[in-house]
């Protein structure tokens, strides 16, 4: 059976989700040698880079059921995995999933006191970790849990004896997921059996297998709603799949991608901008044709870097050439949001840069509101997005006040704030709670700010915005991570000056070079931003003091 026919079986079955994406390509026909997932980690004596056949990857799922089942573990029974490789992550979701229980996947960065006040506050039945973060725990209280596994042996158990797959509903939740946890307390999402698989269902199985999707390497966190969706997308499309543990190292990023060699690849912005900072002209990243991001928008130079490498097959009047060049599909989601609302794509020849992020997707409704007034903005006005669509999680585990908290006239907030033109074309230019209140209508917009600063300044590799009030005046620092090879004694102020808003440019207090060593990496660009900044200002009043 060809792949296009397990799609159509797929995309015909109401009571397919996210839940249950491997006992339905079993029940639909699907090949046991055919595609199941490769991680970068040994697991269970496969060795690390080892494609596990589908039937390979049943059997390792069907073994750890097995033994969740056999310790009581079952429907709604909430398990919280607190673990680093992304073998142990999925195939720990996939065997919960299998039970009807519900994976609380946590981000592997948090610290031992955070994941142990999330542990209370989630209120799970058990908990998975591996050594490192049972020895992150130590001295911590995790709650009242029933079972603390570890991940090695779960996957002893008999595949034989597992029972059969629970049979989800679409309002069943599946998975708990969370911000990252590095910047405030998690906030536990939860998502639904028919949410986190709107996209998938609406879209993606009923389309043509995009160019690129034949053979991938995801850079995305396996715990991350993002890397759920991944693994899912890879099996329901029956294309190869490589998952890392790490997105936070871009030339580990690059060394796979030559040795997988994959046709497309998954990641966030963070990654994207780790990977530019390398000579890709100096690599073989020949295979890739498609790069693809979710969660925050990626910066113009970023995407540019990458679009030059790779190729991609295109119509030319002597037919099909595979051409010079790849192509970067862009977009704007999170956690809550379940998947990108927008998408735009980008090649070598492309100009639609300045944080635009295209178009909604078709599943997407959105709206730029005046949060105060509750009204719509007009084009050119900025405005928090508000999003209606099916790929919304339903809402915050154990936290109705959360739930409801971003909601405002059906609309979920999703504390982005954009503005589109008279095209239809949106521009994302900040998180709200990043932006900074000049004073007489004028708004100082950090992420907008550090776009224009990147695109201004070509030997920066990446920059920080930190705006702070001192007194009655708002003042900013502009920290400015350059590329090898720069002269770090250069004087960019002009040019920062310049590449800023006229009110935003009045509050310029100084640019600040800083080395490889102060430049501090995370998973999300939010989570890197926030970091930079709370350094910079505790260094800041050190000196002052």
Known sequence: MTGSDIRARLAADPDLG?????????????????????????VDGHPAGTELTLGALRERVAARAAWWHERGIGPRDPVAVYVSGSADTLLTFLALTWLGAIPAL?????????????????????????????????????????LHADAAETGTGDPERAPAPYRHHAD?????????????????????????????????????????????LSALPAAHAAGISALNMALCLRSDLLFLSTQNDGAAVVDAIERWRPTGVLGF?????????????????????????????????????????????????????????????????????????????????????????????GFAEVALLDTTTGREVPPGEVGQLGLRAPTLAPGYWNDSAATYRNRLGGY?????????????YYFHVDRAVDAVDLGGGERLYTAMSEER?????????????????????????????????????????????????????????????????????????????????????????????
């Open 269 to 361: 912005a963070a990654t994207w901008a780790q990977m530019a900072r390398q000579d890709l002209a100096a690599r073989d990243l020949e295979s890739v044709s498609l790069w693809f991001n979710t969660g925050d928008c990626a910066h113009e130079p970023h995407i540019r870097r990458l679009v030059a490498a790779g190729s991609r097959e295109t119509a030319t009047r002597d037919g099909v050439r595979r051409l010079p060049g790849s192509s970067f599909v862009d977009g704007l989601g999170s956690t809550e949001m379940g998947h990108s609302a927008f998408h735009i794509t980008h090649t070598r020849t492309t100009e639609r840069y300045g944080r635009c992020v295209g178009v909604p997707h």
């Open 453 to 545: 600063i990147l695109a201004a300044c070509p030997d920066v590799h990446d920059c920080t915005v930190v705006s702070d009030r001192v007194g009655e005046q708002v003042v900013t620092d502009v920290l400015l991570a350059l590329h090898e090879g720069a002269d770090p004694d250069a004087d960019r102020t002009p040019a920062v000056r310049a590449a800023l808003t006229p009110a935003a440019a009045a509050t310029l207090r100084r640019v600040v070079v800083i080395s490889d060593a102060d430049l501090i990496t995370g998973p999300t660009g939010k989570v890197r931003k926030f970091l930079m900044r709370r350094r910079h200002r505790a260094r800041t009043a050190e000196v002052s003091a």
């Open 18 to 42: 996210a839940g249950n994406v491997l006992p339905k390509l079993f029940e639909h026909g699907a090949d046991p040698g055919g595609p199941g997932a490769a991680f970068d980690q040994p």
């Open 172 to 216: 069943d939740p599946i998975a708990i997921t969370h911000s990252s946890g590095t910047t405030r307390m998690p906030a536990a999402v939860v998502h639904s059996h028919a949410s986190l698989f709107a996209a998938m269902r609406l879209f993606r199985l009923t389309a043509p297998r995009a160019r690129g999707a034949a053979r991938m």
């Open 412 to 424: 979920y907030l999703t504390g982005d704030l954009m503005y589109r033109d008279e095209d239809g």
């Open 106 to 146: 946590m981000n592997q960065y948090l610290a031992g006191d955070t994941a142990a006040a999330y542990l209370h506050k989630l209120r799970a039945t058990a908990l998975v970790t591996d050594p490192g973060h049972r020895e992150r725990l130590a001295g911590q209280d995790p709650g009242g849990l029933a």
